[in-house]
């Protein structure tokens, strides 16, 4: 046994043991196992060898330690966010369309993703559960950098898959081992780097993140992949709107000195690539991708309420004259069309909406920080930590989104794991609202009234 596969171990076992107790551990070694995907590397011949469900083993745990610990956990401020909501609608149009089609729609591939739909949804709502303060959602987007820099370190050492000079294939996650899956993560990590470097304090913390963002850079630059490309440079602009005015200068030189450096990582190949975007109509792939989507159209036009989940790659050959079957849409957006119909889309669509809405939310309660900075700088800290940490996921969604409109992603299990973290900032901005009111009543009710906390008018939640 090597020393690594010993390591991993020793936290497993401990994590498992721990979420028993505290299932906030439970729900960071799930993520930390997602994202190392223990089964397939190197050093996890034993994992695979004993068949163990790695993932599902840590949920239960975590399910139990919820249920032994339900009168310590402060339950959450809603326990069915908005975008939570959504999303269990959405699971039962899926199931509907499929199972109201016969064998025709309701596939294994429909049988596949219907259940890991709903197995990542109760995962999901033990999230919600749990986290529930901003320590625990640093703590969630901290294991989300751990796996980017063991991700980022295993591309620099060279393992993973290359053809034609791009890595191609052998990294990450299950959702994300192939390289346009791999760069659109990473290009979601990339916020939150940039989030613990521009807003964290420690020197240590700030290192870190520098690793992270250096690592993910150069992984997305050996993808040669380019859908991340305007997933970036819309998640720039994004940035450089919704940070807060205090940030957006040092933000700025840190971009400007990122890309610069990233340059430097490039070659010729990579710029090749990059190039190609503009001959639409020579790029064999471009062509077939746009060929996917009108595809998809057809399909929508036929079937309104789609052709089953997970079924386009099965269908598309009817609509192409060359060899097609098993291509996806290459766009989560127009798979969805496809295979949901327009009322999947919408749902789909109402989904990603409703996880803005909850960032906005806590935006404008982490606003009252500067209210709060000489009167209670502990609740100042707090609502300064989550407009800070809203505005990260927020720019990491972002970018996802972006780059998934030129890959499949509607099936990953990460896709859900990220608009899921709404739910939780959600419900921590919502406690901090009720502290916010309560200062602001208490502030109110004494001789020394501040004028500025007049207009507030925050609502307890």
Known sequence: MSLTELLFWVVYVGGVIGALFRPICGVLLYLLVYNLNPETQWWGSHVESLHLRTSFTVAVATGIGMVLSWRKIQPPATQFPWMFRLAIVFLLYC??????GGDSLFTERSQLFLEKLFKVLVFVFLMIRIVRTTQHLQWVMWIWIIGTIYIGYQAWSGVGDTYHGRLNVGLGGPDFAESSGLATHLVAMLALAGYFFLCCDSLRAKAIALLAGGFAANTIIMTRTRNALPGIIAMIAFALVRLPRGL?????IAITVGIVAASSLTDSGWWTRMNSMKNTQSDLSIARRFDSWHAAMIMAQQYPFGVGLGNFPLRIQEYVSYPAQGRSAHSTYFECLAELGYPGLFLFL?????TFWHYEDARQIGKYWVFFQNRDESLSRELRKILLIATANELAISGFLVCSLFHTRLWTEEVWLLLATSCCVHNVAQGLRS????AEMQMQSGSDVV?????IGIQPA
């Open 95 to 100: 199931a509907l369309v499929s199972l109201s």
């Open 248 to 252: 957006r200068v040092k933000s700025l």
């Open 350 to 354: 109402s989904v990603i909406c409703a």
């Open 435 to 438: 502290r916010v009111y309560a």
């Open 451 to 455: 004028p500025a906390l007049q207009p």
